[in-house]
């Protein structure tokens, strides 16, 4: 089982939306997936849920959200839930919904990560709560992969989070804040990784008696997205932040690389290019479903249903892309893309193409 963080402490770069439609393509190939919603803003969680769904879950498990799991612990009455909510979203598809309250322990995080230093247990325990709930989690929903939401900052809610995470993915956008949030958060990322290695070297001198997580953090590549895209191509004045990647990631986030920069359709580090989806975007939220299961009874035909159907291999190889880099194992079950709400494959197509030609003429 792996866990990957979706991070770039700058805002409206596609974090949720790339979380959320991954976590449907990934558990279209037959993975188990947990969406973890570690945003106080809780998107994650309105994406896939309706608004009603989501209160009621908040009122009727408030105990065990995401929030509720940890208070226990925060208000100094115990440890974290054992069994923390896992709203089923389909078949092999599991949320941990996010909370509003979660912003309520940022400053307690804030001030326990020092106090790891001197070995304190419960330190410990407070730092790695999130990083236990979602192992925990994700044993109960037997997970091959956990995807992580974050908000976008470099605050301790966020450090505590990554702790707790194998890989990071960085999702930018076409544009000059995005490589300055690539500029912050390279050094921030690593640095906490450090600091966490020291923190688990204090650990073994103490006799302390929790489980603690590796905290790799390893950065696994970047997503470019949201960049429009004239006559099959990125609009000239997205290409040139297209073209900024490949150096400011080598730069920022792999360490003392002097390899040539290649273009970013060659850019090993870039794990995909999604364009901008236009008004699938909305389409999709109204619906609560991906992009690519949005057909006729959605409104989606001609050019948008091509459009859909584009997303689908984007998101098909992103998935692939990173099954391979983050090395976790293939499912037992076989390849699940033939469900009724898939597009229809090449074959279906040409068949349906060669029907409307005949009767045409
Ligand atoms: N590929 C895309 N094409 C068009 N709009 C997008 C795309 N990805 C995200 N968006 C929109 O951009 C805004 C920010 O996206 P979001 O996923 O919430 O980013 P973040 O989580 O980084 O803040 C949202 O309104 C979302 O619907
Ligand atoms: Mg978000």
């Not at 929790?210 to 790799?216: A, C, D, F, N, S």
């Not at 580090?269 to 901008?276: E, K, P, S, V």
């Not at 992103?318 to 893309?337: G, S």
């Amino acid at each position: 089982m792996k866990t990957i963080a979706f991070f770039n402490n700058k805002g409206g770069v596609g974090k949720t939306s790339l979380v959320y439609h991954l976590a449907w393509m990934l558990q279209r190939l037959g993975y188990r997936v947990l969406a973890v919603d570690l945003d106080p803003q809780a998107n994650l969680s309105a994406m896939f849920l309706d608004e009603d769904t989501l209160w009621r879950i908040l009122e009727n498990k408030r105990e065990r959200s995401i929030y509720g799991a940890i208070s226990p612990l925060f208000r100094g009455v115990g440890d974290i839930a054992v069994n923390p909510h896992i709203e089923i979203r389909s078949e092999g598809l599991g949320l941990l919904v996010g909370d509003l309250g979660l912003a309520e322990v940022e400053d307690e995080l804030s001030g326990t990560w020092p106090r790891c230093l001197s070995g304190e247990e419960r330190a410990f325990r407070v730092i790695t709560a999130f990083a236990r709930l979602t192992a925990n989690a994700s044993r109960d929903f037997k997970a091959d992969v956990v995807l992580v939401d974050l908000g976008p900052n470099l605050g301790s809610i966020n450090r505590a989070a990554l702790v707790g995470c194998d890989h990071v993915i960085i999702p930018l956008a076409p544009d000059l804040y995005s490589m300055q949030g690539l500029r912050n958060m390279g050094p921030k990322v690593r640095q906490w990784q450090e600091d966490w290695e020291i923190r688990k070297l204090m650990a073994t001198r103490s006799p302390i008696d929790v489980e603690l997580p590796e905290g790799g953090m390893a950065p696994l590549g970047y997503v470019a997205v949201k960049f429009s895209v004239l006559n099959q191509r990125p609009a000239k004045a997205f290409q040139y932040w297209l073209d900024e990647m490949p150096g400011q990631y080598r730069t920022w986030i792999v360490k003392n690389d002097t390899e040539a920069e290649p273009s970013i359709d060659e850019d090993p580090y870039c794990l995909a290019q999604i364009r901008d989806y236009k008004s699938l975007i909305p389409k999709s939220q109204t619906h609560y479903m991906p992009i690519f299961d949005l057909g006729r009874p959605h409104g989606v035909f001609g050019a948008s249903a091509d459009a859909a159907e584009r997303c689908a291999e984007d998101f098909e190889q992103l998935a692939i892309r990173i099954v391979d880099r983050a090395e976790f194992a293939r499912p037992p079950a076989p390849v699940r893309l033939e469900r009724s709400s898939a597009p229809p494959s090449l074959s279906a197509r040409l068949n349906r193409l060669e029907k409307l030609v005949s009767k045409a003429s």
